[in-house]
């Protein structure tokens, strides 16, 4: 079998400010931006990695997401307990660096792990928390 990570999703409740952090601060290229206001969906990704994504999308855009779930999706959301994802780089500290000077929300500080890797945190616009794992 010939498996690959095409897409992975994370929510967004203000395309603005989350198409600026990924491409602006993350230096990621845009690929898509279609729809509207509120409802759009950015996808971008990593210069030079083509075939990996990330598409931000509105998450309460499905039609079939009662009141009671979109209520629950944004709590979740403002608490950043809603998405994430686990970027890595080779200079931690230098992206950390670039990233903090974006002005991103600071999680965590490059940190060595006590299960062997070094890595910090950060919170997209959306709340969605962001870890990024120094490469050895």
Known sequence: ????IHTTFLPHDDPDASLAFYRDVLAFEVRSDVG????????VGPVGQPGTSILLAPP????GVTEAERRTIAEMMAKGTYGWILLATPDLDGTFEKVTAGGAEV????????YGIRDCAFRD??????RIQELR
């Open 60 to 63: 309460a855009a499905d039609p």
């Open 107 to 114: 999680v965590q500080e490059p940190t060595e792990q006590p």
């Open 1 to 4: 079998m010939d498996i690959t």
């Open 125 to 130: 616009p959306a709340g969605n928390l962001i």
């Open 36 to 43: 509207q206001g509120k409802m759009r969906w950015i996808t």
